[in-house]
């Protein structure tokens, strides 16, 4: 029904930027809140930032003045702007979206695959 697709990971530098999308397609009625998430091995899954539908933001205080989150609605993405990379930046990225399709009234939750960052010289 919803697929949530990202890109944008990759190899960078100690200090580097990379920015990463998320685009959400299928039977997409409404989208509200929209987030990044990162996991390394053996390790929980941690929120990095979300944004809701009217645009507020928050940030794990490990990404603060570094990371920015922000969305196009219009394409139905959101995207993730990473500044200052540090190797424990180093991760398998994750966007979700709470999403509502057009046979649901409340919004279900959506994982996309994952982008990997590596962030090493």
């Known amino acids: 029904q919803v697929q949530l697709v990202e890109s944008g990971g990759g190899l960078v530098q100690p200090g580097g930027s990379l920015r990463l999308s998320c685009v959400a397609s299928g039977n997409i009625r409404s989208i509200y809140a929209m987030g990044w998430y990162r996991q390394v091995p053996g390790k929980p899954r941690d929120l990095v930032a979300i944004i809701t539908s009217g645009g507020s933001t928050n940030y794990a205080d490990f990404v603060k003045g570094r990371f920015t989150i922000s969305r196009d609605d219009a394409k139905n993405t959101v995207y993730l702007l990473m500044n200052s990379l540090k190797p424990e930046d180093t991760a398998v990225y994750y966007c979700?979206?709470?999403?509502?399709?057009?046979?649901?009234?409340?919004?279900?939750?959506?994982w996309g695959q994952g982008t990997q960052v590596t962030v090493s010289s």
């Open positions: 979700s979206g709470a999403i509502a399709t057009l046979h649901t009234i409340a919004p279900n939750n959506y």
